[in-house]
């Protein structure tokens, strides 16, 4: 997922989507645990994910307190 498409969610769609990718990232770590994943790039690409969400979030917040 791009910056730019997380930037265009609103408040309640980003708490869902990082509600949302944190059980797929528990999700991934149980399945890597009895060594049925897939893909193993994937939990890199969801941890990023997990952290652009959060700075979005952190961002908002930081510009809902300047203006």
Do not use: H
Not at 12 to 17: C, F, G, Q, W
Not at 31 to 41: E, K
């Amino acid at each position: 997922m791009r910056a730019s498409e997380i930037r265009e969610l609103t408040a309640e769609e980003l708490n869902s989507k990082l509600k949302e990718l944190k059980s797929e990232l528990f999700n991934l770590r149980f399945q890597l645990a009895i060594n049925q994943i897939d893909n193993p790039m994937r939990i890199t690409a969801v941890k990023k994910d997990i952290a652009r969400v959060k700075t979005i979030i952190r961002e908002n917040e930081l510009n809902a307190d300047n203006t």
